[in-house]
Nanobody, 124 residues
């Protein structure tokens, strides 16, 4: 079954850290660009980070730069995102996605597969 499954979300205090994981099945991450999106309550879904298919280069939107780190483990067919210095405005449901390319300013493009999301809440 072709799918993406996220894990690792939860409640964290401002300034804290979380590590999100995305497990892929039914296909190899090696042949796809992959990335993270998030959707805060009442807002549109937005891209956060991306890893390119070709060479594993990483891209981040401005909100994630310097705080979030995306990585992939092709042997385990998983992707992760380490999130540090979390802020209340990072509160959202985080989704991993499969796509065709990474945009120069961060988001994944050409998405054709989504996970169901994992919630992240940042509050005191």
């Amino acid at each position: 079954q072709v799918q993406l499954v996220e894990s690792g979300g939860g409640l964290v205090q401002p300034g804290g850290s979380l590590r999100l994981s995305c497990s892929a099945s039914g296909f190899s991450l090696k042949w796809h660009a992959i990335g993270w999106f998030r959707q805060a309550p009442g807002k549109e879904r937005e891209g956060v980070s991306c890893i390119s298919r070709r060479d594993g280069s990483t891209y981040y939107t401005d909100s994630a730069k310097g705080r979030f780190t995306i990585s992939r483990d092709l042997a385990k067919n998983t992707m992760s995102m380490q999130m540090n210095s979390l802020k209340p405005e990072d509160t959202a449901v985080y989704y991993c996605a499969r796509g065709d390319y990474c945009s120069g300013n961060g988001p994944l493009g050409g998405m054709d597969l989504w996970g169901k999301g994992t919630p992240v809440t940042v509050r005191s």
